[in-house]
């Protein structure tokens, strides 16, 4: 996002904090304050009190919850999806292709254009329309379109970080809005049923996940683009945002139930239980034959690593919980220790043990849906993992590393057959990269190849002293060989779910930032993004490039960590890394 003279006016502004309690149970999520400004200032003061805000009266369902009919695409079958991962485990019964509209500046055309392919004027006015359209009506008056998108299909996700004016979703040609409401008030999850955390502000990024499924168009605009600037607190005729969509094929059409009042209404009881877990944790239902595996306690050398085989259950069976507790602390002792899984013998995961649960360097509580960083020394992953014969999970440490570090744990193994769409998860590291900041560049994360969807995205950020805001570049996936990326974004920090280049900390379900040292932009910083409603499917391969765009002339030093699901024998050009 560009930011006219920020790195002035940022300096100045004061960072929030945001004080995180993790369990090692069910987890549960702050609803945090959102300041005013771009918060750029040294390291943030201590955590708040241990406390959450109160959950809203419709907390709880109080009535029976409706069940989808076998196959179909509704808001109630997509709500299912929100607070549960087990979906991610397996290929989706109706194929899609995810996508996403954005403010995006539309000089970008090709990489062989150094200038146009790196601009940075990512947002709407109304002398750069960077959306769909504009219709301006005959009696005076303008619409803004931000989506226009032939169905059958699905909007899972839009975020903005300028509120304006009043957003509108049509569906299927109808002539009145399905859904009508400010737009600011709906995606802080003010408006019901989109309470928090389904609409929640987070380090003043706006972002709204619900499904709004659509059987032949749906249109989303908005009657004004009048916002407020953040740092001079002055109205201005500006925009950015992300929508994020499925499209699904011609032929799942007859399947899908449009958004309507009705269809809410239908879903409600859902609405209410997904809210509720999102806020406090989906309650654990053990299958039946569920064991534990412990992993007992020991200290873990360069010489000396622990390793645990996992067989099976007959038929097939998922890791659906596995649980690492160290003492460790120091920031390179823990990115010195591995952990790697195989599953049937193919190796998927190898990261460094912190970075796997979604931050790093070093230990930074968190908490949400998938991972769990605790203050006290657990880390837990709850990402379903498959597998058909054995799992054999391993912590090393890397050769030459001095010292040793404790490590004990668990892993929760359920039994679940493994079958034609079953897919195996997968989570790689890429070590880091010093990059100069000129001339801009595509940062490669990795490409994936196979059949599968990519979940998850954790990037860290080490800036120089004294050094300007690092986080203009936009995030750019091909899928399947695109020679455009099907998904472009607006900025670093927009496609991890806040805004304004604020350095507060912040955990959502789906998206956190956990780490900003200071002072100002310069020091650390770690960030994540979980694709749980929007995850982001390939049937041959998927290219993940990040901008190295900054605001000044230096280098600056990224790494980064990438959860897909893949069908057997799926592939990435991760580098090996430490051994």
């Known amino acids: 996002m560009r930011r006219g003279s920020i790195a002035g006016a940022a300096l100045a502004a004061a960072a929030l904090a945001l004080g995180l309690y993790l369990a090692e149970r069910p987890w549960r999520t702050f609803v945090p304050a959102s300041s005013p400004h771009a918060a750029a200032a040294p390291n943030p003061p201590p955590p708040l009190p241990e406390a959450f805000p109160p959950d809203p009266p419709d907390a709880q369902p109080t009535q029976p919850e409706r069940t989808p009919e076998p196959g179909e695409i509704s808001v109630l079958s997509l709500l299912n999806e929100m607070s549960r991962l087990d979906h991610l485990a397996r290929l989706p019964a109706a194929k899609f292709v995810g996508k996403q509209q954005s403010s995006t500046d539309r000089r970008a055309h090709t990489p062989n254009h150094q200038e146009s392919w790196f601009a940075n004027d990512d947002f709407v006015t109304n002398a750069l329309p960077n959306l769909v359209r504009v219709d301006d009506f005959p009696g005076g008056g303008k619409r803004y379109v931000l989506l226009d998108a032939e169905g059958p299909g699905a909007v899972v996700r839009i975020w903005t970080a300028t509120p304006a004016g009043t957003l ?3 569906i299927d040609d109808a002539p009145l809005p399905a859904l009508e409401a400010d737009m600011g008030k709906l995606l802080a999850g003010q408006v019901r049923p989109f309470v928090v955390p389904l609409g929640q502000i987070t380090a003043n990024g706006h972002s709204l ?17 009048v916002s ?33 009042p009705a269809e809410l209404d239908r879903a409600r009881p ?42 099976a259950p007959k038929g097939g069976g ?61 880390l837990l992953c709850r990402f379903p993992m498959p597998f058909r014969k054995r799992a054999v999970v391993t912590i090393s440490r890397t050769h030459g590393a001095a010292g040793s570090v404790d490590i004990s744990g668990g892993v929760t193994v359920d039994p679940q057959p493994f079958g034609r769409d079953t897919l195996l998860f997968h989570a790689r590291w890429r070590p880091p990269e010093t990059l100069r900041t000129r001339p ?52 670093t920090e927009d496609y991890f779910g806040y805004a304004w280049s604020s350095t507060e900390l912040f955990a ?30 390939f049937e041959r391969s998927l290219r993940f490039d990040m901008e190295a765009w900054h605001w000044t002339d230096t280098s600056m030093t990224l790494d980064a960590t990438l959860y897909w699901y893949a069908r057997p024998g799926g592939t990435d050009d991760f580098p090996p890394g430490p051994t």
């Open 209 to 225: 996940y619900f499904p709004f499924p659509y059987r032949k168009r749906c249109l989303v605009t908005l009657d004004s683009i």
């Open 440 to 491: 801009f560049q595509d940062w490669h994360i990795a490409t994936l190849t196979g059949r599968g969807h990519l979940v998850g995205t954790v990037l860290d950020v080490d800036n120089p002293p004294g050094a300007a805001w690092w986080g203009e570049g936009d995030e750019k996936i091909y899928v399947d060989g695109e020679t455009f990326p099907g998904i472009f974004g607006t900025g």
């Open 168 to 170: 509108r979703i049509f």
């Open 508 to 537: 959502h379900p789906y998206h956190a930032q956990t780490r900003a040292t200071g002072p100002g932009f310069s020091g650390q910083f770690s960030m994540n993004r979980f694709h749980v409603l929007d995850p982001i499917p």
């Open 228 to 260: 407020i600037d953040p740092f001079s607190g002055r109205p201005v005729d500006k925009v950015y945002y992300q929508m994020g969509t499925r499209r699904y094929p011609a032929s799942e059409a007859p399947k899908v139930r449009p958004y309507a």
């Open 270 to 311: 859902t609405i209410t239980r997904v809210a509720a877990e999102l806020r406090g944790g989906a309650p654990d239902r053990p299958a039946p034959g569920r064991t534990t595996v412990a992993i007992p306690q020991t200290s873990v050398a360069a010489d000396h690593a622990a390793t645990i085989t996992i067989p």
């Open 318 to 378: 998922k890791i659906s919980v596995l649980r690492l507790s160290t003492t460790e602390r120091d920031p390179a002792r823990l990115r010195s220790t591995l952990l790697s899984i195989s599953f049937d013998d193919q190796q998927t995961v190898r990261a460094p043990l912190v970075d796997f649960f979604g931050t790093g360097p070093g230990w930074n509580p968190y908490a949400s849906l998938p991972m769990t960083v605790t203050t006290d020394g657990h």
